[in-house]
T-cell receptor, first 112, second 114 residues
Framework: DQQVKQNSPSLSVQEGRISILNCDYTNSMFDYFLWYKKYPAEGPTFLISISSIKDKNEDGRFTVFLNKSAKHLSLHIVPSQPGDSAVYFCAATAREAQKLVFGQGTRLTINP | EADIYQTPRYLVIGTGKKITLECSQTMGHDKMYWYQQDPGMELHLIHYSYGVNSTEKGDLSSESTVSRIRTEHFPLTLESARPSHTSQYLC?????????????FGSGTRLTVV
């Protein structure tokens, strides 16, 4: 039972344009959501997070949107840069459980 | 600098050998985790620990074992390596409570069993 789903295995975007990565979840107990970025042969690094009491969180070029009624979150990267090419993982947790559940990942490729 | 360290980064080993993948963190985190990532990208939790002398199996069945004798150290052992164990192994840690509920990951160990 996949509680966190990233339905797009890959995404290709032109440099300078907006990248939008999507994530859906099924567990209504999840109240904290995170995005991680992973380069090959390295561990994932934390990118941005959002609490369920918010619907938007912004950090520089990265913005995460949360739609609780749709159980959907998205990561916007604007403008996209070649260094953004990586695999992006969505993760969710019910804070009392403190165990992250990860999505399958989306490979983002930024084309020059 | 507080961090999480995994050694070795890369390991090529013959079938049947016993191996231990090391993971240490200097952040004082009480919780530690091992994930396995195959080329299909998905991260699979194979072991976790919520404190010293506490270990649990994760969502993905694994033939590996772990121990947590010290807070900062969480090694993973394969008694007899097989080609099916070829994968990337990622160690992570987190702290109970606090504002950030995320994990800090190590750089991973890429294991190849020939």
């Amino acid at each position: 039972d996949q509680q966190v789903k990233q339905n797009s295995p890959s995404l290709s975007v032109q440099e300078g344009r907006i990248s939008i990565l999507n994530c859906d979840y099924t567990n209504s107990m999840f109240d904290y959501f995170l995005w991680y970025k992973k380069y090959p042969a390295e561990g994932p690094t934390f990118l941005i997070s959002i609490s369920s009491i918010k619907d938007k969180n912004e950090d520089g070029r990265f913005t995460v949107f949360l739609n609780k009624s749709a159980k959907h979150l998205s990561l916007h990267i604007v403008p996209s840069q070649p260094g953004d090419s990586a695999v992006y993982f969505c993760a969710a947790t019910a804070r009392e459980a403190q165990k992250l559940v990860f999505g399958q990942g989306t490979r983002l490729t930024i084309n020059p | 600098e507080a961090d999480i360290y995994q050694t070795p980064r890369y390991l090529v080993i013959g079938t049947g050998k016993k191996i231990t993948l090391e993971c240490s963190q200097t952040m004082g985190h009480d919780k530690m985790y091992w994930y396995q990532q195959d080329p299909g990208m998905e991260l699979h939790l194979i072991h976790y620990s919520y404190g010293v002398n506490s270990t649990e199996k994760g969502d993905l069945s694994s033939e590996s074992t772990v121990s947590r004798i010290r807070t900062e150290h969480f090694p993973l052992t394969l008694e007899s390596a097989r080609p099916s164990h070829t994968s990337q192994y990622l160690c992570a840690s987190s702290r109970t409570g606090g504002q950030n509920y995320g994990y800090t990951f190590g750089s991973g160990t890429r294991l190849t069993v020939v």
